[in-house]
């Protein structure tokens, strides 16, 4: 059994253009060092709408790319993810095929924040548990009860930090990305998350500026009250 981070960033801040930086191989490193600290055997490495092949040092590197959608994001991870991707240009249906043309895994990347990519009749193969958000996860669960699909968790680190406050249990003999795309499609993962105070004070710090942002959504099968801060994803237009 491995802990494997399925959603981390070698960079420190958002909004920049989707391609390598000077800063990648040290933002690699810094994840792979912190992962270790934390007893996280290995990152995937899932920048937005590009993919670099970067050292993570001491820790395992799985290959992957966060693709931008026309209705939110995608993880793409495995042996052989795209190189780039234009954001808002895919749809989560052309991004699963592509995933799947690849030797790759689609997850479905933070579901209830600034996406409809939940509601998408596609053959994903699993959906993420997001480190951000873990207030989501009964939500998330019962999602993945409906669609049939297995759970994974990821910290969405952009700070070294912020590695391993959400990760996934693998079950596999090897810690390789081939190994990781067969457990993931056997349904052989489980999400974890952390509970360390750093990473409370974190999420609430996160919770507040995707609200801010109008990000943050409520499944609309709930009773209660919507989340405040229901958002469009990308490329969607407000009604």
């Known amino acids: 059994m491995f802990a494997l981070d399925l959603h981390t960033h070698s960079r420190f801040f958002h909004g920049f253009a989707a391609r390598p930086t000077p800063f990648d191989p040290v933002g690699a490193r810094l994840l792979g060092a912190a992962a270790r600290l934390r007893g996280i055997n290995g990152v995937a490495l899932t920048n937005h709408d590009y993919y670099e092949p970067l050292s993570t040092g001491s820790a395992v590197r799985v290959p992957g790319i966060e693709v931008t959608t026309t209705r939110g994001h995608v993880l793409v991870v495995g042996p052989d993810p795209p190189?780039?991707?234009?954001?808002?240009?895919?749809?989560p249906m052309e991004t699963v095929a592509l995933a799947h043309e690849h030797g790759c895994v689609a997850i479905i990347a933070h579901p209830y924040r600034n996406s409809t990519v939940r509601e998408v009749d596609a053959p994903f193969d699993a959906i993420e548990v997001n480190g951000k958000h873990p207030r989501t996860e009964s939500w998330v669960r019962q999602l993945a009860d409906d669609h049939g699909l297995p759970l994974?968790?990821?910290?969405?680190?952009?700070?070294?930090?912020?590695?391993?406050?959400?990760?996934?249990?693998?079950?596999?003999?090897?810690?390789t990305p081939e190994s990781v795309v067969a457990a993931i499609r056997a349904g052989r993962v489980e999400p974890r998350v952390d509970n360390h105070p750093t990473d409370?004070?974190?999420?609430?710090?996160?919770?507040?500026?995707?609200?801010?942002?109008?990000h943050l959504q409520t499944p609309t099968w709930l009773d209660e009250a919507p989340t405040p801060g229901v958002g469009r994803p990308p490329g969607e237009d407000d009604d």
């Open 83 to 91: 190189r780039f991707t234009h954001p808002e240009r895919l749809t």
């Open 152 to 175: 994974v968790g990821g910290s969405d680190a952009h700070y070294p930090f912020e590695v391993g406050r959400a990760y996934t249990r693998v079950d596999a003999e090897e810690l």
């Open 200 to 214: 409370r004070l974190v999420r609430r710090f996160y919770h507040r500026i995707h609200e801010q942002k109008r």
